[in-house]
């Protein structure tokens, strides 16, 4: 879902300017894939001589797996909010050194001290953005608004949605005015006809590249990833990014140490490198999602900051994921088995 884009070069060139190399060891990054680019990593081993070794995954589920299984092999992760929401809890992260973070200063106020972290201790946002819908306006007249406005049967076999059971049934619950974030039996039962009538509709199921399909006009219509919209709004603007008028759901991904970590100074090198706003930058450039930090933002372009996927106008309603428990399960069995029967 994380496709890279040219970077600026002036930019690229202060970052990578010479600085003499120090001894600086290893560093075990393990993140969701295409979602760093190398060119920060390069950067960042070339100012600290620190070897950054960077494993990836495809889930949140996969990263908390494995490190449950054995945490002491990663220095540093990359978990979405109610991911790192569980995994403080379950004690599986470091508490992080302000001191060793001064530019943590950068970030935006209100992407500090969330739900996931109130203190702010084992957590620091990297990245922000939401899921909405994307419209061909060259192929739809009619007004787009809202959940029910994509899953209409005028565009049976001419929508692309994320392959994403939570963010499914959290679509159904929006439409039923019900809380995204408790999910109960009778919620769940509630839900259900009306994701088994959507899962008709759809023809591309797409949480990696779901804009692919609208790209290649498979597809009129789209819930996708807010990078992905924004991507195809710079590509073309007939492609119009709309938050629901239900609601939407906010994701946060940050950065935190594990806690048997063995590499914690060099993960807060990193962690203060990638707050650094010529750096955090280049992230935007590459994946054009929310920046949290403000002073990078200052560095962005007019039309990078008009981008409406990127910095959705007005007062949107948006919540982000909490941690649901058990209830994870009943939701993928339920999205599951309407998949499979339809």
Do not use: C
């Amino acid at each position: 879902m994380k496709t890279p884009r040219l970077i600026l070069p002036a930019l690229l060139a202060l970052v990578m300017s010479v600085v003499p190399a120090r001894a600086g060891g290893e560093l075990n990054l393990f993140g969701w894939s295409e979602y760093i680019p190398q060119t920060v990593i390069d950067g960042f081993t070339k100012e600290t001589g620190v070897k950054v070794n960077f494993e990836t995954y495809a889930s949140n589920e996969e990263l908390l797996s494995k490190l449950v299984a054995g945490g002491g092999s990663y220095d540093l992760v990359q978990p979405s909010d109610y991911a790192a929401e569980v995994m403080i809890r379950q004690k599986l992260l470091s508490a992080l050194d302000p001191k060793l973070i001064p530019n943590l200063q950068n970030l935006a106020p209100d992407f500090r001290h969330r739900a996931h972290d109130p203190e702010g201790a084992y957590t620091v946002p990297y990245m922000s953005g939401t899921v909405g819908i994307v419209v061909n306006t060259d192929k739809v007249k009619t007004p787009v608004k809202g959940y029910h406005d994509v899953f209409t049967p005028a565009f049976k076999d001419r929508i692309v949605v994320l392959n994403d059971t939570r963010e499914l049934v959290t679509w159904a619950l929006y439409t039923l005015n019900l809380p995204i974030n408790s999910i109960t039996p009778e919620a769940l039962a509630k839900a259900r006809p009306v994701v088994a009538e959507w899962v008709k509709l759809v023809k591309v199921f797409d949480s990696d590249s779901p804009k692919t399909a609208l790209l290649n006009g498979d597809v009129d219509v789209g819930i996708v990833w807010s990078g992905e919209a924004a991507l195809l709004w710079k590509e073309n603007k007939k492609f119009v990014y709309v938050i629901p008028a239900e609601g939407a759901h906010q994701f946060i991904d940050v950065l935190a140490i594990p806690a048997n970590a063995k590499n914690k100074e060099a993960a807060h090198q990193f962690i203060n490198y990638i707050l650094r706003p010529e750096v955090s930058v280049l992230i935007s450039e590459a994946f054009p999602y929310t920046n949290p930090n403000l002073a990078a933002r200052k560095l962005l372009s007019a039309e990078q900051l008009a981008n409406p996927a990127s910095y959705p106008p007005g007062t949107p309603k948006l919540e982000t994921f909490r941690d649901i428990g058990k209830a994870a399960a009943d939701v993928d069995r339920l999205v599951t088995d309407l998949k499979s029967a339809r």
